[in-house]
């Protein structure tokens, strides 16, 4: 049983700097895609970045230049550091992992573990 928990979340002014990570247990796959996700009040849920178990990484426009996806694989843990941050980044963020296949930031629902999220809050 995959579980993630999300944890680093928290507010900060605009321009300023947070660093998120998701520590995964019960998974074994030898392929793998994990991603970030993000999801304010009242709008979808949006992919943020994604990296596969070659380390190819993908980022959402918005995000691309600002964040960083990486995973340490001795720690058996996801990161998302933020940098310049933006108001408009302010939502609930969220990690989840699949197995092999298409690993992208447009297609949440073919993601099949969850995290419970970790609040960021720009203003």
């Known amino acids: 049983h995959v579980q993630l928990v999300e944890s680093g979340g928290g507010s900060v002014e605009p321009g300023g700097s947070l660093n998120v990570s998701c520590t995964v247990s019960?998974?074994?796959?030898?392929?793998?895609?994990m991603g970030w996700f993000r999801q304010a009040p009242g709008k979808e849920r949006e992919g943020v970045a994604a990296?596969?178990?070659?380390?190819?990484?993908t980022y959402a426009d918005s995000v691309k230049g600002r964040f960083t996806i990486s995973l340490d694989n001795a720690k058996n843990r996801l990161y998302l550091q933020m940098n310049n941050l933006k108001p408009e980044d302010t939502a609930m963020y969220y990690c989840?992992?699949?197995?092999?296949?298409?690993?992208?930031?447009?297609?949440?629902?073919?993601?099949?573990?969850w995290g419970q999220g970790t609040q960021v809050t720009v203003s």
């Open positions: 989840a992992a699949k197995g092999g296949g298409y690993c992208g930031t447009d297609s949440p629902e073919i993601f099949a573990s």
């Open positions: 019960g998974y074994s796959y030898r392929n793998y895609c």
């Open positions: 990296i596969d178990s070659d380390g190819t990484v």
